[in-house]
C-alpha cells in the first residue's frame, strides 16, 4: 500500500477536538470490551528478553528493535512487535478462570512497516486474552466472540455521532464471515489485498477466516505466526483455521481497513503441526513453546485490536498521523499537509 491522497478530503475534527475526541474513544472502548468479553487490565511489558520465546514472530521476517542490558551482564532484550503469547502465558499464572481474561494497553516499534496512510513505526493495540474450555474451540464460539467486539465497535460508533452529528456513521449492522478460501475460488485473478478490498466493499464489515494456512492455490492469503492463532484445525464448515480479521470498507480512503487480527489460539497439536509447516521445530525447546506443548497453557482466544485505528476510523481520518504522533518521511508528510491531513 502507497499513500492515498483522497480526493477533496477535509478533517472533521480540528486537531484540538481530535485530541480531547481520541481519549473518550480510547476510555470508552477498552471499559466496554472488558465488560462485553469478561476481561481485567494487567500491565505489560514493552519488552522481553531475547530467545524465551515470547515476542510476536509477526510473519516471522521482521527484526525487533533490541539492545543488551548493562545491569544484566549484556543480556539481550528486544521491544515488543505484539503481545500475543505473553498474555497467554499471563493467563496460566493467574490461574484465570474459563470464560474470564485480561487485556493491556501494548505499545510496540515496528520498523519494518511500509509507512503509508495506515502503518506506522509506532503500533498501539488493546491486546486482550481470554481463558476458554477445550469444547470452546471452535468456529461458532469465535464467531460470537467476533459478535460481541463488532457491537462494541458500533456503540462506539453511535457514540461519537451523538457527540459530533456531522461524523454520520458508516458501519452496517451486521459484520459478514467469510473465508480467504471463498474469496480465492470467487476471485482467483486478484492478489489477497484486492480480494479483502472487494469483500469489504461488497458487506462494509467482513470477519475474514482463515488466515496463515495454505490456501488451494497453494499460498496462504496472509502471513500468520505459526504459535498463537490457529490456522490448522478444520472449521466445521469445510475450511481449515480458526482465526481471522475484523476488516472495514473505509470510503474515504476507499480500501479495505484492518481493524483486528484475532483467533482461538493453538492447542498443543495444532501447534506442533504448524511449526513443522513452517520449518520451525527448533522452537520447540523455547520455555513457552515447552509450556504449551506439556500442556501447562489454558486454551484460549485472544487478539488485538488497533487503537489508533479505531481512533482513525470512528472519526474519519485520512492518515494514521492524525491520531497519534510518529515519524515520517519529509516527502510524505509535505504530501499530507498539501491535501489537509494534519499530522500530530
Known amino acids: 500500500m502507497s499513500l492515498i491522497i483522497p480526493k477533496k478530503y477535509k478533517?472533521?475534527?480540528?486537531?484540538?477536538?481530535?485530541?480531547?475526541?481520541?481519549?473518550?474513544?480510547?476510555?470508552?472502548?477498552?471499559?466496554?470490551?472488558?465488560?462485553?468479553?469478561?476481561?481485567?487490565?494487567?500491565?505489560?511489558p514493552l519488552f522481553v528478553l531475547s530467545g524465551i520465546g515470547l515476542n510476536d514472530d509477526l510473519n516471522g521476517v521482521e527484526h525487533p528493535?533490541?539492545?543488551?542490558?548493562?545491569?544484566?551482564?549484556?543480556?539481550?532484550?528486544?521491544?515488543?512487535?505484539?503481545?500475543?503469547?505473553?498474555?497467554?502465558?499471563?493467563?496460566?499464572?493467574?490461574?484465570?478462570?474459563?470464560?474470564?481474561?485480561?487485556?493491556?494497553?501494548?505499545?510496540?516499534?515496528?520498523?519494518?512497516?511500509?509507512?503509508?496512510?495506515?502503518?506506522?513505526?509506532?503500533?498501539?493495540?488493546?491486546?486482550?486474552?481470554?481463558?476458554?474450555?477445550?469444547e470452546d474451540r471452535n468456529l461458532a464460539y469465535l464467531k460470537a466472540t467476533v459478535e460481541t467486539i463488532y457491537a462494541v465497535v458500533r456503540d462506539i460508533e453511535?457514540?461519537?455521532?451523538?457527540?459530533?452529528?456531522?461524523?454520520?456513521?458508516?458501519?452496517?449492522?451486521?459484520?459478514?464471515?467469510?473465508?480467504?478460501?471463498?474469496?480465492?475460488?470467487?476471485?482467483?485473478?486478484?492478489?489477497?489485498?484486492?480480494?479483502?478490498?472487494?469483500a469489504a466493499k461488497q458487506y462494509g464489515a467482513i470477519f475474514l477466516l482463515g488466515i496463515g494456512a495454505p490456501l488451494s492455490n497453494g499460498e496462504p492469503h496472509d502471513g500468520r505466526a505459526p504459535d498463537y492463532d490457529d490456522w490448522i484445525t478444520p472449521d466445521g464448515e469445510g475450511f481449515r483455521g480458526l482465526n481471522g480479521d475484523i476488516i472495514f470498507w473505509d470510503n474515504i480512503l476507499e480500501t479495505s481497513f484492518e481493524l483486528s487480527s484475532m483467533g482461538i489460539?493453538?492447542?498443543?497439536?495444532?501447534?506442533a503441526a504448524q511449526l513443522e509447516m513452517r520449518g520451525c521445530t527448533d522452537r520447540s525447546s523455547l520455555p513457552f513453546h515447552r509450556a504449551l506443548l506439556g500442556?501447562?497453557?489454558?486454551?484460549?482466544?485472544?487478539g488485538g485490536i488497533g487503537q489508533s485505528r479505531l481512533c482513525m476510523f470512528m472519526l474519519q481520518k485520512a492518515h494514521i498521523g492524525e491520531v497519534q504522533a510518529s515519524i515520517w518521511p519529509k516527502s510524505q508528510l509535505e504530501a499530507c499537509k498539501g491535501a489537509g491531513m494534519e499530522i500530530l
Not at 158 to 182: A, G, N, V
Open 11 to 44: 478533517q472533521k475534527l480540528l486537531p484540538e477536538t481530535t485530541e480531547i475526541a481520541i481519549k473518550d474513544i480510547k476510555d470508552r472502548f477498552q471499559r466496554q470490551l472488558a465488560e462485553a468479553l469478561n476481561l481485567r487490565r494487567v500491565t505489560a
Open 265 to 271: 489460539r493453538v492447542s498443543p497439536e495444532s501447534l
Open 295 to 302: 500442556g501447562e497453557l489454558p486454551a484460549s482466544i485472544g
Open 65 to 134: 528493535v533490541s539492545f543488551t542490558i548493562d545491569a544484566m551482564g549484556g543480556a539481550h532484550a528486544e521491544v515488543v512487535h505484539s503481545l500475543a503469547k505473553w498474555k497467554r502465558a499471563k493467563l496460566a499464572a493467574y490461574d484465570i478462570a474459563p470464560g474470564y481474561g485480561l487485556y493491556t494497553d501494548m505499545n510496540a516499534i515496528r520498523t519494518s512497516e511500509d509507512l503509508d496512510n495506515l502503518h506506522s513505526l509506532y503500533v498501539d493495540q488493546w491486546d486482550w486474552e481470554k481463558t476458554i474450555r477445550s
Open 158 to 198: 453511535q457514540h461519537i455521532y451523538r457527540q459530533f452529528p456531522h461524523i454520520t456513521p458508516r458501519l452496517p449492522e451486521k459484520i459478514t464471515f467469510i473465508h480467504s478460501e471463498e474469496l480465492l475460488r470467487q476471485y482467483p485473478d486478484k492478489t489477497p489485498r484486492e480480494r479483502e478490498a472487494l
